[in-house]
């Protein structure tokens, strides 16, 4: 006789399935969880949601507003220190009592304009930063100044080369058979027209690097389209300058120049991003 007894063998796979079924009674035992269903926002909410939108919008518009009144009061107070720099010694004459008024308004505004931008931008900053995703928000935090150099660069550009080479070059072919009268309100308008778009025009690496950073835009898409886009460049360029072709080719240029250094900008972010995935594997 066995002094142990009888014996019962189990094997391996007897134990695998001994423990499955004890695994499996014991989930059959506990109370299915149930998952919890998604959090609607209720009415209440989202009203309270947009109201609180609509005041912080409404709190930056007014800050917006008084900053530009200031600068605005500013430069009219002022004006005897800008007139110089505005008309650039040309001699110009009005054609009625209201165009004085006009001409003044017309600088103050741009003046007050371009020197409260900045403040305008925190504002706008302010308010979007929420509703922005974090590479959106650092991008925007991060190339705010240099948005505002190329501004001021395209500004600069058309202040100083794009309207006197256009200016000199009008009048020249006016004089040759006319007697020519400047009319104050048309040189501002003249003025702000070969200034200002080119200041927009000149943040093109910034959109393109914005497009890049959100995965809208490659250096390969922007090599693909080149033509294309010199086609709207200089659409664009006859568009905003005078209607002759040395304004529009003085444009042109620089145009197509910081067309090719946001593809050399675009390829180097894409390098870089390369780089560092590359290592992190």
Same mark, same amino acid.
């Given at each position: !006789?066995?002094?142990?007894?009888?014996?019962?063998?189990?094997?391996?796979?007897?134990?695998?399935?001994?423990?499955?079924?004890?695994?499996?009674?014991?989930?059959?035992?506990?109370?299915?969880?149930?998952?919890?269903?998604?959090?609607? @926002?209720?009415?209440?909410?989202?009203?309270?949601?947009?109201?609180?939108?609509?005041?912080?919008?409404?709190? =930056?518009?007014?800050?917006?507003?008084?900053?530009?009144?200031?600068?605005?009061?500013?430069? %009219?107070?002022?004006?005897?220190?800008?007139?110089?720099?505005?008309?650039?010694?040309?001699?110009?004459?009005?054609?009625?009592?209201? @165009?004085?008024?006009?001409?003044?308004?017309?600088?103050?505004?741009?003046?007050?304009?371009?020197?409260?931008?900045?403040?305008?931008?925190?504002?706008?900053?302010?308010?979007?930063?929420?509703?922005?995703?974090?590479?959106?928000?650092?991008?925007?935090?991060?190339?705010?100044?240099?948005?505002?150099?190329?501004?001021?660069?395209?500004?600069?550009?058309?202040?100083?080369?794009?309207?006197?080479?256009?200016? =000199?070059?009008?009048?020249?072919?006016?004089?040759?058979?006319?007697?020519?009268?400047?009319?104050?309100?048309?040189?501002?308008?003249?003025?702000?027209?070969?200034?200002?778009?080119?200041?927009?025009?000149?943040?093109?690496?910034?959109?393109?690097? %914005?497009?890049?950073?959100?995965?809208?835009?490659?250096?390969?898409? !922007?090599?693909?389209?080149?033509?294309?886009?010199?086609?709207?460049?200089?659409?664009?360029?006859?568009?905003?300058?005078?209607?002759?072709?040395?304004?529009?080719?003085?444009?042109?240029?620089? !145009?197509?120049?910081?067309?090719?250094?946001?593809?050399?900008?675009?390829?180097?972010?894409?390098?870089?991003?390369?780089?560092?995935?590359?290592?992190?594997?």
């Amino acid at each position: !006789m066995d002094p142990y007894g009888e014996r019962k063998l189990i094997s391996p796979l007897s134990k695998k399935a001994a423990l499955l079924g004890e695994s499996a009674e014991k989930i059959l035992e506990e109370p299915p969880v149930k998952p919890e269903p998604p959090k609607i @926002e209720q009415p209440e909410e989202q009203a309270e949601s947009l109201v609180d939108h609509l005041g912080e919008l409404r709190k =930056q518009l007014i800050k917006s507003i008084f900053v530009f009144l200031f600068f605005l009061l500013l430069v %009219f107070s002022t004006l005897n220190f800008w007139f110089p720099y505005i008309v650039k010694g040309h001699d110009l004459v009005i054609l009625g009592p209201l @165009e004085v008024i006009k001409f003044y308004t017309s600088i103050s505004a741009t003046l007050a304009l371009g020197l409260s931008l900045p403040f305008l931008c925190y504002f706008l900053w302010q308010f979007v930063k929420p509703g922005l995703l974090e590479t959106e928000a650092r991008f925007v935090g991060l190339y705010s100044p240099a948005m505002l150099i190329l501004f001021l660069l395209g500004i600069s550009f058309g202040y100083f080369i794009v309207n006197p080479l256009s200016f =000199q070059f009008l009048i020249g072919m006016g004089e040759a058979n006319f007697a020519v009268m400047i009319s104050a309100n048309e040189y501002i308008h003249f003025l702000i027209m070969t200034t200002i778009p080119l200041g927009l025009l000149f943040e093109m690496p910034i959109v393109a690097l %914005f497009l890049s950073s959100i995965g809208l835009l490659t250096s390969e898409s !922007m090599k693909n389209v080149r033509k294309w886009s010199y086609l709207v460049i200089a659409i664009v360029s006859a568009l905003i300058t005078p209607p002759d072709f040395i304004s529009q080719l003085i444009v042109l240029i620089p !145009m197509a120049v910081l067309y090719e250094v946001s593809i050399y900008i675009v390829r180097r972010i894409e390098v870089k991003k390369a780089n560092v995935e590359s290592s992190a594997m």
